[in-house]
């Protein structure tokens, strides 16, 4: 699964969004992370080591223009083997609503104030 989303805020102010690992239970309370290496402003790499799914996820974080694109891979198999093809394919569709939902959510909430064309706010100001 690959998502990708412009956000109007430096790297740095949306790297510090993935670098709780309590935030990561709230984006995705289904998968057990491990960071296998943390890029700082430029994202984070996770191995998926849980019971449910095996595989690695990555944000990545690319500096353009004035903002950023938030870059989201997700590579996982059920840990068991035990899908079926129509199953996978909804948990396919499921897993990417939940990524724009995300990235939407951030987008709406670290863009709060800023109007349209203008460049991104100073992290003070907000």
């Known amino acids: 699964m690959v998502d990708e989303t412009f956000l109007a805020v430096p790297p740095e102010r ?15 309370p289904d998968l057990a992370l491990r960071v296998f290496a943390d ?28 903002g950023t694109v938030l870059h ?16 996978a394919t909804r948990e396919g569709v499921r897993r990417q609503r ?3 939902a995300l990235a939407f959510a951030l987008k709406d909430r670290l863009e709060a104030g800023r109007s349209p064309g203008v460049p991104p706010l100073p992290t003070g100001e907000r």
Not at 14 to 28: I, Q, S
Not at 59 to 64: C, K, P, R, S, T
């Open 14 to 28: 949306l790297a510090a969004e993935f670098a709780d690992p309590a935030a990561w239970r709230r984006l995705w």
């Open 72 to 87: 989201y891979f997700l590579r996982v198999d059920p840990a068991d083997g035990t899908l079926s093809r129509r199953a």
């Open 39 to 66: 890029r700082g402003p430029q994202g984070v790499r996770w191995s998926v080591v849980g019971d449910a799914w095996r595989g690695s996820m990555e944000v990545w974080l690319e500096a353009v223009g004035d």
């Open 98 to 100: 939940a990524a724009k």
